[in-house]
Every structure is written in structure tokens, then in C-alpha cells.
């Protein structure tokens, strides 16, 4: 395999400040041409402004959500008892956090998105495998952000207006209002999302609080109503500590990485406005495995009160909360539930697919048409039925997302930390024949990692309710351990690649 960039590849006209930031030299034209615009240029050093406390309400507000709810909750209503789940959140996200860290590096040194940082090691063209990837995963965790914010707004109406609207026809299995509901909240998403990141960042910053008090006030009503604390607690595992627990700990721990397996690659997308790599380390440790255990705890612990309460668990937070007989608990509890879905839709699930898609054809996709387009495939892969069933939902959901995006993990953290050892060269990020453009633009040892480890990661898994059966029957032995195969088997294969190819000392230069 032939690396077609030539041999004698020119210095980039870039800087490197006192703090270890890099950009363009002041007074260099950016870069232009078709894997450019200006979504896709770093962000100049003066506009990287975000601190410890922007990233740290950023994971507030993306933790504290109904998906995260019913994260915790749904391993409760598939057997575990509140220490298990918890324990299981606790450690994914602690794990998760590395990876997050490693990649996110990037964004506050060079002020680039994910589908530039991913052109690297993937090359100019090729970093579209892991955008769109990564943007098709945001579109069907969009959708299902989406489903739920409408079910908010459902039941909060429901009880506004009476039975004529919960009791309304039935289309495609749902009442017709519920329809309306799915697209009062998604027009409203797309509101927000038109306005930039600027919007999106103070949006964040009033967000976050608000959701950890309705979360709180939704524990009060709940232990009020089981008659103290004792009863959220008490409730038993139907595993026990033993075999049955660790068989599903495994997949379980793997689906809980899974969640934020999407962030771990995209996180430059919102680094790249971070201030300093200490406002980003700070505010992400401060903020991901605190909040996401802090939320899981009192996830579950409502959930048991629910089973100590009405005799059933009940999962899903909206039906919990419409449970209530309070017209003003109703609101505030249902409008807690459609600030925190919109806070995590937004920041997660629409900013990223919009860079990618932008990085699709620069030329005529902006940022505000990638949001669009991830809006509208949301919609098309139909996350109710996603989200139906808490089995599917972080078994199959969760683990085959985990297992394939920790592929592409592996390989950009291998690529960014072992072989260029943080140095890149921004003007050819960003042009044809430079040092990124490998074969055509193409670099097919990152593709090779990328098939290999995604084989490995979900090609033994159930795909169940999707389709019955496995893929390949002979790995299901390394399907419960996906994200973990997928990142350490890209990472190994990557790099020998990369070295047999000769592409090593070339791409650290």
C-alpha cells in the first residue's frame, strides 16, 4: 500500500501559544476548498472561552435526563436492586471518563470538531466512516429523546385538557395527539439548534440546576408517598450476588459505557471552545461520573419506591410522574422531564451529527443543515419501538452502539497519543495532498482497525428485537464484553498497520 502524499510536506503556518494552545498565525488566510468552511475551521484561540463550570454543567444537564433515568431504572426492572445499579453506572462511567479525556485533548489544543480530529487517522475523506457512523447513532438517540420529550408534553396536556386529548384516535398505535406532541417538541429542538453553540452553552448553564432539583423533589414525592426512605431501600435483588448478577454485570457494564460511548468520540466538538486543557479535564471529571452516579442513585431508588408503591416497576419517569394526583407536581415534574430532555437531545445528539454531516460535503452542508437532516433521520427510524422495551434498549441498543463506536475510540486515541504524540498540523487537516491525505484521501490501515474490531465487538451479539439470532454464533463469547473488544482490538491492529505500512514516523512528523 502506497502512501501517495508527497515526500517533502511543508510546515504548517500555525502558532503554539505559552499555554500549549495552537491556531493559525495571525494574519494567514484559513483554509479554503472543499474540505473546508467555516463550521469546520478551528475556533480562534480569543473565542475559546469555555471553563471548568461550562463543561461541568454541560454533563449536568446531558446526565441528569429521562434516557439516564431509564438507564438506571431499567436495571432494576431486569433484576438488580439499587446497590447493583448503581455500582454497575458508577464504574462504566469512571471507565468511560478516560476516553473522554484522551480525545477531548484535542479540542482546547487545536480548537477542531471530531470529524476534523478524525481525519488524521482516517484521512480527509475517510474520517466520514466514523462521522457518519457516529452522526446515524446521534440521529437514533435524537429520536428517542425526541419520543420522550413528546410524552411529556402529552401527559402534561392530558391533564390540562381531559380526556378528549388522552383518549384521542389512534394512528400507528398511538393516539393521534401523541403524534402532535413528537413534533411540538422536535420543531421546538430545532429552534434552539438554529441559534448556535452560543445558545446552546447559557441554555446548559440555567438547565442544569433546575433538572437536579426536580429530581430531588421527585425522590421526596416518591419516599412521601412509600412512607420514608426505608421502603426505596429495602427492595431485594432477584439475583443475588452470585452467578445470575455477574452474567448480566457484564453486558449491563458494557451497555452503560455504551451510553456515553457516543460523547467519547465527538467530545471535541464542544472542547474546542474549552479555554484551557484544565477547564476541560476539571469540568468533565467534576462533571460525568458524579452526576450520572449521583442521578443513577436517585433513579433507582425511585424506581423501587414505585414497586414498594403501586406493586409494579414502573421505569419510564413520565408515566411515573403522571401518576400523581397533584395538578402543580404534575407540571413541575413533567416540565423538569422536557428541560432535561431538551438539555441532552440538543447538546448530544444534535451538535455532533451536524458537524459530521457538515463534513460530509463542507461546500453545501452547514451546521445548521446537518442539525436539519439529524432532525428529520430521527424521525425515520422509528424510536418508539427503540425505546419500548428496556431490554432492547440497553442490551442490544446500547451494546451493539458501545461495541462500534469503542472501534473508532481505540483507533483515534491510538493515532493521537501513541503515534503523533499530540501533534498535528492544522493546514493539513484541511487539503488534498498533505500529510492526512494517505491513499486518495483514504487511510485503509484505520479502516482495516475500524472492520476488524467491529467484528469482533458485535458480531456474536443478539440482535434482538431488531432481528433473531447472532451475526456470527462463534463470538458470542466476546459479545458481552463489546466496547472493550472493539477499542483494544482497533487499537492493536491500528497500530501494527501502521507500522508495517511505514506510516508511522511519517504521520508523527
Not at 431538551?342 to 444534535?350: D, G, Q, R, W, Y
Not at 419501538?385 to 472501534?407: A, E, R
Amino acid at each position: 500500500m502506497t502512501d501517495t502524499a508527497p515526500t517533502a510536506i511543508p510546515v504548517s503556518d500555525q502558532v503554539t501559544l505559552p499555554d500549549g494552545r495552537v491556531e493559525f498565525a495571525p494574519g494567514s488566510p484559513p483554509p479554503s476548498g472543499p474540505y473546508a468552511n467555516e463550521d469546520l475551521l478551528p475556533v480562534p484561540v480569543e473565542k475559546r472561552t469555555w471553563n471548568t463550570y461550562n463543561f461541568s454543567a454541560l454533563w449536568v444537564g446531558m446526565a441528569h435526563n429521562t434516557a439516564s433515568w431509564t438507564l438506571a431504572s431499567g436495571l432494576i426492572a431486569v433484576g438488580m436492586d439499587w446497590k447493583q445499579a448503581v455500582f454497575t453506572i458508577a464504574l462504566a462511567n469512571v471507565i468511560v471518563l478516560v476516553p473522554m479525556l484522551l480525545t477531548g485533548h484535542a479540542g482546547p489544543k487545536y480548537g477542531i470538531p471530531f470529524p476534523v480530529f478524525a481525519r488524521a487517522s482516517f484521512g480527509i475523506r475517510g474520517a466520514n466512516l466514523p462521522a457518519v457512523v457516529r452522526a446515524l447513532v446521534a440521529c437514533g438517540w435524537f429520536g428517542i429523546q425526541t419520543w420522550i420529550g413528546g410524552e411529556a408534553i402529552y401527559f402534561l396536556a392530558g391533564k390540562l385538557i381531559g380526556n378528549g386529548w388522552s383518549e384521542a384516535g389512534a394512528i400507528g398505535g398511538h393516539p393521534w395527539t401523541m403524534w402532535l406532541s413528537f413534533a411540538i417538541f422536535w420543531a421546538i429542538q430545532v429552534a434552539i439548534i438554529y441559534r448556535g453553540m452560543e445558545t446552546i452553552r447559557r441554555f446548559e448553564n440555567w438547565a442544569a440546576p433546575f433538572v437536579i432539583v426536580g429530581a430531588l423533589v421527585m425522590l421526596i414525592w416518591m419516599s412521601n408517598k412509600a412512607g420514608g426512605f426505608g421502603p426505596l431501600l429495602d427492595q431485594p435483588s432477584k439475583l443475588g450476588w452470585g452467578g445470575d448478577f455477574w452474567k448480566l454485570f457484564w453486558p449491563s457494564l458494557m451497555g452503560m459505557i455504551g451510553f456515553w460511548s457516543t460523547l467519547s468520540l465527538n467530545i471535541p466538538d464542544f472542547t474546542r471552545y474549552g479555554k484551557s486543557q484544565k477547564a476541560q479535564t476539571w469540568g468533565q471529571a467534576l462533571g460525568l461520573p458524579t452526576t450520572m452516579t449521583l442521578f443513577a442513585l436517585l433513579s433507582v431508588l425511585v424506581t423501587s419506591g414505585s414497586q414498594a408503591v403501586y406493586g409494579e416497576t414502573i421505569w419510564n419517569p413520565v408515566e411515573l410522574a403522571a401518576k400523581t394526583d397533584n395538578v402543580f407536581g404534575l407540571l413541575f415534574a413533567l416540565v423538569t422531564v422536557l428541560v432535561a430532555t431538551l438539555s441532552v437531545n440538543i447538546a448530544a445528539n444534535l451538535v455532533s451529527p451536524a458537524f459530521d454531516f457538515s463534513n460530509v460535503a463542507p461546500r453545501r452542508i452547514s451546521f445548521r443543515t446537518g442539525a436539519l437532516a439529524t432532525c428529520v433521520i430521527g424521525v425515520l427510524i422509528f424510536p418508539w419501538k427503540l425505546y419500548s422495551d428496556p431490554q432492547g434498549y440497553i442490551f442490544t441498543w446500547l451494546g451493539l452502539v458501545g461495541g462500534l463506536l469503542g472501534t473508532v475510540a481505540g483507533i483515534l486515541i491510538a493515532d493521537y497519543w501513541i503515534l503523533r504524540r499530540g501533534r498535528l498540523d492544522l493546514t493539513d487537516l484541511y487539503r488534498a495532498g498533505g500529510r492526512y491525505w494517505y491513499d486518495g484521501g483514504w487511510n485503509w490501515p484505520a479502516v482495516v482497525a475500524f472492520l476488524t474490531g467491529g467484528v469482533l465487538a458485535i458480531g456474536g451479539a443478539s440482535f434482538k428485537p431488531i432481528i433473531d439470532g447472532r451475526p456470527i454464533p462463534a463470538l458470542e463469547s466476546l459479545a458481552d464484553y463489546g466496547w472493550a473488544v472493539g477499542l483494544g482490538t482497533s487499537m492493536l491492529v491500528y497500530l501494527v498497520l501502521m507500522t508495517l505500512t511505514g506510516r508511522r514516523e511519517r504521520s508523527a512528523a
